[in-house]
């Protein structure tokens, strides 16, 4: 697996999950989770939302996936990957590979974090 290159937005997200903890965003100014961290926050329109990270539950609805069968990372394939609603917020989504179980959207999943990246599992 390639590792994220975090930037200055994403790097609070990518610290937590090496720790194995599911780390979203929140805009200081309106209180709205943002996934993916924005320089604007897409809820309230703030040009400074000054986020501050905060662990979530892990949890989350599947709503789509799809069946990766070719890639141009030179991952093995075929992989499965999920879009995830959180169970936090409506339509606080993130999309990751699921590493356990058969995909149906209206499942209920759990954030893991194999070699320090979101994945999941039913």
């Known amino acids: 697996m390639i590792p994220p290159v975090p930037d200055e937005l994403s790097a609070p997200h990518w610290e937590a999950a090496a720790r194995g903890v599911l780390a979203v965003p929140r805009c200081a100014d309106c209180e709205w989770l943002v996934l993916p961290p924005e320089p604007v926050c897409p809820q309230c329109g703030s040009v400074a939302p000054a986020y501050r990270y905060e662990g979530l539950s892990g949890r989350g609805t599947i709503r789509s996936w799809t069946v990766v069968r070719k890639s141009f990372l030179g991952e093995p394939t075929p992989f499965t990957v999920v ?40």
């Open 83 to 122: 879009d995830v609603e959180l169970a936090e917020q409506p339509d606080l989504r993130m999309i990751g590979r699921l590493v356990h179980g058969e995909p149906h959207p209206g499942d209920t999943v759990t954030a893991i974090f194999p070699d320090g990246i979101p994945a999941w599992t039913t």
